[in-house]
């Protein structure tokens, strides 16, 4: 079976972005894609630093409350219906809950073939890159870098530490299985 999603777990600043613009550049095939920043970006402004919402501390940790879940439950839906009727997506996530967050994705994927990919990045690189771009809070990236990938199972995973987005979207587009041939 091809290919239908590839989801993209890794922790705040370590390269996903990158990544998944360089995938929609060296897939043969149209991908649309899909990330948690946008989801946020797309939540009421008073959803936005609430419980109900998402709240960022000021050492960088993230926590979400239960509007947010239930939006987010909603969002991943939607992704999903997407792919099953034949949009090929690109998701790019943060498993602030590890293997949780899998499960919830894994919850509505039944039948959906999906490329798992962890994306991983040291700490300290990460974190010099959450500060130089600005928006992210101090702490953010070196908090999320392990956590996010603890208790989840890929099907490949790409370390942005000294690897160029390019490079690592070429890796993981050389694992995405394509279509048969008609």
């Known amino acids: 079976?091809?290919?239908?999603?590839?989801?993209?777990?890794?922790?705040?600043?370590?390269g996903k972005t990158g990544i998944v613009q360089c995938l929609q550049d060296v897939l043969p095939e149209p991908w649309l894609a899909f990330g948690c920043d946008s989801f946020v970006d797309s939540m009421p402004a008073r959803m936005q630093a609430s419980q109900e919402g998402i709240e960022i501390a000021a050492?960088?940790?993230v926590s979400?409350?239960?509007?947010?879940?239930?939006?987010?439950?909603?969002?991943?839906?939607?992704i999903v219906t997407?792919?099953?009727?034949?949009?090929?997506?690109?998701?790019?996530?943060?498993?602030?809950?590890?293997?949780?967050?899998?499960?919830?994705w894994l919850k509505r994927l039944d039948g959906v073939e999906v490329l798992w990919v962890g994306v991983r990045c040291e700490s300290a690189v990460a974190e010099d890159r959450g500060v130089a771009r600005g928006d992210r809070a101090k702490g953010m990236a070196a908090s999320q870098a392990d956590l996010v990938h603890d208790g989840v199972a890929y099907d490949l995973e790409v370390d942005t530490t000294h690897a160029e987005s390019m490079a690592c979207a070429r890796t993981i587009a050389a694992r995405v299985s394509r279509p048969p041939e008609r």
């Open 59 to 61: 050492d960088g940790v």
């Open 64 to 78: 979400v409350g239960e509007d947010f879940r239930t939006l987010e439950e909603a969002w991943t839906e939607g």
């Open 82 to 104: 997407m792919a099953r009727a034949g949009a090929r997506i690109i998701v790019d996530d943060v498993f602030l809950g590890g293997a949780t967050s899998q499960r919830r």
């Open 1 to 14: 079976m091809a290919t239908q999603m590839i989801i993209l777990n890794g922790g705040s600043s370590s």
